[in-house]
T-cell receptor, first 111, second 113 residues
Framework: QQPVQSPQAVILREGEDAVINCSSSKALYSVHWYRQKHGEAPVFLMILLKGGEQKGHDKISASFNEKKQQSSLYLTASQLSYSGTYFCGTVLTGGGNKLTFGTGTQLKVEL | DTEVTQTPKHLVMGMTNKKSLKCEQHMGHRAMYWYKQKAKKPPELMFVYSYEKLSINESVPSRFSPECPNSSLLNLHLHALQPEDSALYLC????????????FGQGTRLTVV
């Protein structure tokens, strides 16, 4: 029941946009997005609760399609600091506090 | 303050040793988590404590023993580990209500020799 992310890896030039997708086969209660840089802990980006909401801050936003059990993370006007591995984390409906991480997307932003 | 503190940062232990990892948070969070992360892989959930009670155990081998002495502290006791247990061990905490954000500590890099 691990969520599947796509793409697995992406390389961007600074200023370009990217979309990272997260898909679950089971009903989701919430989707959490994290960024992890090499050798560091995952850093919380945002959380989306079921209800189909969209969230965002600065140039990073996300959406949650409850009917499709999918979430997407949108990175606009990418910066070098956006480089890292992005994980979605999902909590299933009725799953308590079980936060399961997706397969991960490696993002590299170059000059 | 969204700080979760883990000690030690690095640990090398032999297969016959007993050691403990420690995690502390002072955010008033009531759910605490242990994850294991191998290189280039996502964090894998090991245990979840909710309101100081073990609520989730992901079929982790008994050589890993969690303990939650109070709402701010979480320990992971290690005994008779194998080299394949070498990994980054991450602690996280959240408010305790389902679907609230979890914040991670910097992790303990464990090497079993």
């Amino acid at each position: 029941q691990q969520p599947v992310q796509s793409p697995q890896a992406v390389i961007l030039r600074e200023g370009e946009d990217a979309v990272i997708n997260c898909s679950s086969s089971k009903a989701l209660y919430s989707v959490h997005w994290y960024r992890q840089k090499h050798g560091e802990a995952p850093v919380f980006l945002m959380i989306l609760l079921k209800g189909g909401e969209q969230k965002g801050h600065d140039k990073i936003s996300a959406s949650f399609n409850e009917k499709k059990q999918q979430s997407s993370l949108y990175l606009t006007a990418s910066q070098l600091s956006y480089s890292g591995t992005y994980f979605c984390g999902t909590v299933l409906t009725g799953g308590g506090n079980k936060l399961t991480f997706g397969t991960g997307t490696q993002l590299k932003v170059e000059l | 303050d969204t700080e979760v503190t883990q000690t030690p940062k690095h640990l090398v232990m032999g297969m016959t040793n007993k050691k403990s990892l420690k995690c502390e948070q002072h955010m008033g969070h009531r759910a605490m988590y242990w994850y294991k992360q191998k290189a280039k892989k996502p964090p894998e959930l090991m245990f979840v404590y909710s309101y100081e009670k073990l609520s989730i155990n992901e079929s982790v081998p008994s050589r890993f023993s969690p303990e939650c002495p109070n709402s701010s502290l979480l320990n992971l006791h290690l005994h008779a580990l194998q080299p394949e247990d070498s990994a980054l061990y991450l602690c996280a905490s959240s408010q305790g209500r389902v679907g609230t954000e979890a914040f991670f500590g910097q992790g303990t890099r464990l090497t079993v020799v």
